[in-house]
């Protein structure tokens, strides 16, 4: 039962007809009961709909609200919770008080709440942001450090707003703060932290850390979340962590080790200082081993095959066991790296490795397309797999179920990420090798390849305070790359930006991006709901694939977020209708949408070798030529290995949403009706767009025929 829904019968009510039959609640008489429920709505939505979330209980949340007949607001708030809600009348002056009162001091110590991070020295400033971008997370505290450090009459009201009144500036934790203004020590600090979070202090001083449960959690994690495992105790992992109520961190650390965790308060300086000891030492005894040398390709392959060829037949000798120091020695490591390098000279997306009945075969995507590069003797294969899975952290034994894994490799001088994955296949593991060039994904607007006009099109659908905003196009079709470049645009630093996806291809300084982990719960969709209560401006969701996903992100556009995310269909127009089966509602998509990408890419012709013809009648046809005109083929050349394109570049379809065609989506209008809207406001069809690229000599015919349906 909820304790605060009481009638008080001396008191005018002010019931209506409307608002018969519900609670209503004096707020200037409630004291929630737990301050953290409003953050279930998060202070947008609520100012938004004039809600407050009150109290939760079981699965019912109570919430204030000026109009509880309001539908629109009860159903985003049941949304955006997941929970039955029990509407009650508030008086709305009282109302807006409240939420003043509830956001304005929660406001003042969310960095704290978010990090509790206990000193920063100039030094630490760098590295604290990068672990910031990942660990911004959805800690939950019962009280505010701030009340709990003037109840432990550690410091006084007048401290506390001085120290707040310099947080609106810096940026730095409160608890920073207070310890750089001398008002408190470390020490309070951490006793603070620990009735904060209910966890006990730990102290690292002195503590040896055994080598088996360093090695359980590596570095990045480590310096991300600043935590150290300290021991193995009763099948738990007990980790020294600086924020221990960090959801994240524990999640990741329990998927990376298998152990359930304890977590223990610890200082954060201390478990820095214990991360550098103890990851110097191992730089040390470590040489650099991910460095790959220049190598002559071409000569050294034939001299690596034939060792291969004598290691292959030792190896079968001892029963095909395979040791992992041979193999760290052995002329494998020179294949291996070989692929990789060639796989970035050739400027490939992926490196696929293919088990056959009776050899192992390479091949390399390169502009969109597979290329055989070598096919190997059968008898390689599973050293070259061992050697792969073993740099990318896979179990080399495990050959029964697919695994995943990732390397990082400097070559050329240039840090590459590598993500692995490995199926098993009627004769062997399969392994496909994504290339994540980082810097691909660092392209400005300009280099996308927009058409002048094209490009004020899609500054005018960012430049939305709040909408969605949609990229559609198959997979492999750069919207990834499209999205980034937004987002790397978008990127300042008075707007907070959040991002859910599934993978994160590339980081972006300044965006909170979130990895999708289904085996954590971790969904697009909790994802989307946890944003929400985190006050974002831009939200970034990977991907749409369901109703649940959608109806968040459409929810979050109608609520003052600008959302990107990206859809599977195959033009613009169509990922309305892609919405409505999805179980969408029409009025919703109407009053959200503003602008559609569909983009597809078209390998660019090799300029070194492209053939001029005049364009023949059918072709003509097809590029709704009247008159002669010339356009260009592929011929093939050395420098584009013989396939005659080299690079690939977009082609777009943007569609703009006006108020007419918005009026026609929530009328459920036909998808062709909105279609010919769309062309008469001047929209640019895929094939328009291409035969642009054709007639400039910039890609083929072919090409074009390859991305877009020309019967349209
Ligand atoms: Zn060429």
Do not use: W
């Not at 960090?246 to 300086?269: F, H, Q, S």
């Not at 094209?454 to 196009?473: A, M, N, Q, Y």
Request: proline share 4%; glycine share 4%; with cysteine.
């Amino acid at each position: 039962m909820f304790v605060a829904v009481e009638k008080k019968t001396n008191e005018p009510l002010p019931f209506s007809v409307e608002t018969e039959g519900i609670d209503y609640i004096d707020l200037s008489e409630y004291s929630l009961p737990d301050k953290s429920i409003p953050y279930l709505l998060g202070e947008k939505i609520s100012r938004k709909f004039e809600m407050l979330a009150l109290e939760k209980n079981g699965n019912e949340l109570l919430l204030a609200m000026k109009d509880p007949k309001n539908i629109f607001a009860i159903d985003s708030a049941a949304l955006i919770t997941s929970l039955d809600i029990k509407p009650v009348l508030v008086d709305a002056e009282k109302l807006m008080q409240k939420m003043d009162e509830v956001f304005y001091t929660q406001k003042q110590e969310q960095t704290v709440i978010s990090q509790a991070v206990l000193e920063i020295d100039e030094k630490e400033k760098e590295q604290e942001k990068e672990r910031e971008k990942k660990a911004e997370s959805p800690t939950v505290y019962k009280e505010m450090l701030g009340n709990i450090l003037i109840s432990q009459n550690a410091i006084d009201e007048e401290q506390l707003e001085k120290a707040l009144e310099i947080q609106k500036k810096s940026d730095l934790p409160l608890g920073a703060i207070l310890l750089r203004e001398g008002y408190i020590n470390k020490q309070q600090l951490l006793s603070a932290l620990e009735e904060q979070t209910g966890i006990s202090y730990f102290d690292l001083n002195g503590v040896e850390i055994p080598d088996d449960v360093i090695k359980l959690i590596d570095k990045k994690l480590a310096y991300t979340y600043t935590l150290i495992p300290v021991k193995i105790e009763n099948e738990f992992l007990y980790v020294a962590m600086s924020d221990p109520v960090n959801i994240y961190a524990i999640d990741d650390v329990r998927l990376a080790t298998g152990y359930e965790v304890k977590p223990m308060l610890a200082d954060g300086d201390l478990i820095i200082e214990k991360l550098e000891a103890i990851y110097k030492q191992e730089i040390e005894e470590e040489p650099e081993n991910e460095q790959i040398e220049e190598i002559d390709f071409e000569n050294e392959f034939e001299k690596v095959k034939e060792e291969i060829e004598i290691e292959v037949k030792k190896e079968e000798q001892v029963e095909k066991t395979i040791n992992i120091s041979d193999v760290e020695n052995a002329p494998i490591v020179r294949l291996v790296n070989m692929i990789f390098k060639s796989a970035i000279d050739k400027r490939a997306s992926d490196i696929h490795i293919e088990a056959y009945e009776d050899c192992v075969m390479i091949r390399f995507r390169i502009d969109g397309q597979l290329v055989e590069v070598m096919k190997q003797d059968k008898k390689i294969q599973q050293i070259l797999v061992a050697r792969i899975k073993i740099i990318s952290g896979l179990n080399i034994a495990e050959k029964r179920i697919p695994q995943d894994g990732r390397i990082a490799l400097k070559i050329n001088n240039k840090n590459y990420d590598f993500r692995v994955s490995t199926l098993p296949t009627m004769f062997g593991e399969k392994v496909v090798i994504r290339v994540l060039d980082k810097d691909g994904f660092n392209k400005t607007k300009n280099e996308l390849g927009f058409f002048e006009d094209d490009l004020v099109k899609f500054d005018s659908i960012l430049s939305h305070p709040h909408g969605i905003v949609l990229v559609t196009g198959p997979t492999g079709s750069g919207k990834s790359t499209t999205l980034y470049t937004a987002l790397r645009e978008l990127c300042k630093p008075n707007v907070n930006i959040m991002t859910v996806e599934d993978p994160v291809e590339a980081t972006i300084r300044g965006v909170n991006q979130v990895q999708v982990n289904v085996k954590a719960g971790l969904t697009f969709a909790s994802a989307l709901r946890a944003f929400l209560r985190q006050d974002p401006d831009i939200i970034m969701v990977g991907e749409i694939r369901d109703r649940e996903t959608a109806e968040i992100a459409i929810r979050a556009a109608i609520t003052g977020h600008l959302v990107l995310s990206t859809l599977h269909t195959n033009d613009s127009v169509s990922s309305i209708d892609r919405l409505i089966d999805m179980g969408v509602e029409p009025f919703l998509i109407a009053s959200s949408l503003v602008g559609v990408l569909a983009q597809r890419l078209v390998r660019r012709l090799c300029p070194k070798c492209k053939q001029e013809y005049i364009a023949k009648e059918h072709e003509m046809k097809i590029l709704k030529l009247s008159e002669e005109t010339k356009i260009y083929k592929p011929a093939g050349c050395p420098e584009c290995n013989g396939s005659g394109y080299k690079g690939r570049i977009a082609a777009y379809e943007i569609l703009t949403i006006s108020s007419e065609m918005r009026e026609l989506i929530s009328q459920n209008a036909p998808i062709e009706t909105i279609r010919q809207l769309a062309l008469q406001n001047g929209m640019r069809t895929l094939s328009d767009s291409c035969t642009r690229l054709i007639l400039e000599g910039i890609t083929s015919l072919e090409e074009m025929m390859s991305v877009v349906s020309i019967n349209e």
